[in-house]
């Protein structure tokens, strides 16, 4: 059973930061791009960031781009979102996902991902 647990998500006014931990179990977490989506109250769940199976890729989506950083361990089975410039636009419920094949780049898309988080949630004061 592949589980993923998000942490690190809190309060933090606006130009904060805030280091979000994703966990995976369940699966040989290294072969598999994860990706990091976000859902605002009364919008579609988003794409926000995705990182290979390696690490060597990263991908963002533009409103992110230059502020937010994805990165994981692999040892550690654990990947992570670095956000940093928060602005109160990215108040929002964020979700890790796990690539449903193995290999392939993360795209922005929900259906390539087969398991998700239960989430975390961000809010940024103004």
């Known amino acids: 059973q592949v589980q993923l647990v998000e942490s690190g998500g809190g309060l933090v006014q606006a130009g904060g930061s805030l280091r979000l931990s994703c966990a995976a179990s369940?699966?040989?977490?290294?072969?598999?791009?994860m990706g990091w989506f976000r859902q605002a109250p009364g919008k579609e769940r988003e794409f926000v960031a995705g990182i290979s199976w390696s690490g060597s890729n990263t991908y963002y989506t533009a409103s992110v781009k230059g502020r937010f950083t994805v990165s994981r361990d692999n040892a550690k089975n654990a990947v992570y979102l670095q956000m940093n410039s928060l602005k109160p636009e990215d108040t929002a419920v964020y979700y890790c996902?796990?690539?449903?094949?193995?290999?392939?780049?993360?795209?922005?898309?929900?259906?390539?991902?087969?398991?998700w988080g239960q989430g975390t949630q961000v809010t940024v004061s103004s």
């Open positions: 369940g699966r040989t977490f290294s072969s598999y791009a």
């Open positions: 996902a796990v690539h449903g094949e193995r290999y392939q780049t993360p795209g922005g898309l929900e259906d390539e991902y087969d398991y």
